[in-house]
């Protein structure tokens, strides 16, 4: 099992955010952020920040940091790590299973990442027959765009997708999550793309938008 923080409500959960963080950071990232929006307190919502196996990244010179997976460059001219998104699938399947081990139904799980976090979350909801409250994908983008047809599972009457990116966004671009939501909607899966004025971060208004979103989807 993964290291992870957990943010528990001070009664029973009724509901799970499973969080992702990006390439080098860790759980902790958005753990202020999420304490900051108060919703374990107020709607009983459990959110689970994992930190990923640290391991060497081709793109940032074989240095050793945490990451999902290995990446050999953003314009993916070199391909991507198969093996690795797969493991990375799997230990977030994992994390699910925990939930619902715990007493959350699928269905009260809400999927959500940044960056490389947000393209793990993109790549395992598609595959999951199990309705999710939906997945939260920032900054990010849609790994191996080319399976999606032959390896969705996703009932896309059931699946709430919100896309977020930066306009300014100079680590992933702008046009990844473009070609995301192309991707995406040419399956058949609608998308609510959010385009903010910012690079690759959050920004104050999309904060209080995240917030009102999660708590909808878990209300």
Not at 199 to 206: N, T
Request: proline letters at 8%; charged letters at 20%; a negative charge.
């Amino acid at each position: 099992m993964l290291e992870m923080l957990e943010i528990e409500p001070p009664g029973e959960a009724n509901g799970t955010v499973i969080w992702l963080h990006g390439l080098g950071a860790d759980g902790r990232d958005f753990e202020p952020l999420v304490r900051d929006w108060g919703l374990a307190e107020k709607q009983g919502i459990r959110f689970v920040l994992p930190h990923a196996p640290r391991q060497p990244v081709t793109l940032n010179g074989g240095m050793v940091m945490r990451a999902w997976y290995d990446l050999y460059d953003l314009s993916f001219d070199k391909g991507e790590d198969t093996e690795g998104i797969e493991r990375a699938r799997q230990m977030l399947l994992s994390l699910v299973s925990r939930e619902v081990e715990r007493g959350i139904p699928v269905q009260r799980i809400l999927l959500a990442g940044f960056s490389q976090g947000a393209a793990v979350v993109l790549h395992t909801a598609l595959r999951m027959a199990e309705p999710l409250a939906g997945v939260l994908a920032l900054s990010g983008y849609l790994p191996q765009p080319a399976t999606l047809a032959t390896e969705k599972q996703a009932d896309p009457e059931q699946l709430a997708i919100r896309i977020d990116h930066g306009e300014q966004d100079p680590v992933v671009p702008f046009a990844a999550a473009e070609r995301t939501c192309r991707a995406l909607e040419a399956q058949g899966y609608p998308v609510e793309f959010h385009a903010w004025p910012m690079q690759h971060s959050l920004c104050p208004p999309q904060v209080q938008s995240l917030r009102s979103w999660i708590a909808e989807k878990l209300d």
